[in-house]
């Protein structure tokens, strides 16, 4: 089982930025295959920045041009950039490796 530690979040103001980490740990896998989910209060969990076959990546249309996945090898770990962020974003952000392993996520508030 691989485990996924997320951490990076916290309080910002509209517009601004953070920097998401999620370093994982364990059994031999890749981090191209990992990706990032959010759910919101009230709200089903939903896919942020997807890992798909090839490293590709699924981008959802409302982060689109605002975040940024990247990955370091050597630390085996996955960063999620996110940038101009608006209060809809506003959720607990989830590293996740298919098909079902979750991290127990970092809390994004963004408010003035």
């Known amino acids: 089982q691989v485990q996924l530690v997320e951490s990076g979040g916290g309080l910002v103001q509209p517009g601004g930025s953070l920097r998401l980490s999620c370093a994982a740990s364990?059994?031999?896998?890749?981090?191209?295959?990992l990706g990032w989910y959010r759910q919101a209060p009230g709200k089903q969990r939903e896919v942020v920045v997807g890992a798909l076959p090839g490293g590709r990546t699924h981008v959802a249309d409302s982060v689109k041009g605002r975040f940024t996945i990247s990955r370091d090898s050597a630390k085996n770990t996955v960063y999620l950039q996110m940038n101009s962020l608006k209060p809809e974003d506003t959720a607990k952000y989830y590293c996740?490796?298919?098909?079902?392993?979750w991290g127990k996520g970092t809390l994004v508030t963004v408010s003035s």
């Open positions: 364990g059994s031999i896998f890749s981090i191209y295959s």
């Open positions: 996740h490796q298919p098909p079902a392993n």
